[in-house]
């Protein structure tokens, strides 16, 4: 998911995440993407950034 750091790509992540998708991660704001992946990861989800 491009963009997944904030706004719509971290709400679609999260929701393709809860539908127990693997997600892949990419966003420039590495920090942003880094608390969206944690997010996920805590709520039993599989995230992976790039």
Do not use: W
Not at 21 to 27: E, P, S, T
Not at 28 to 33: I, L, N, R, Y
Request: hydrophobic share 50%; proline share 0%.
């Amino acid at each position: 998911m491009t963009g997944a750091a904030s706004g719509i790509g971290a709400a679609i992540a999260q929701d393709l995440a809860r539908y127990k998708a693997k997600v892949v991660l990419a966003d420039m704001d590495e920090a942003g993407m880094s608390a969206v992946a944690e997010q996920i990861k805590a709520s039993g989800g599989t995230a992976h950034i790039h």
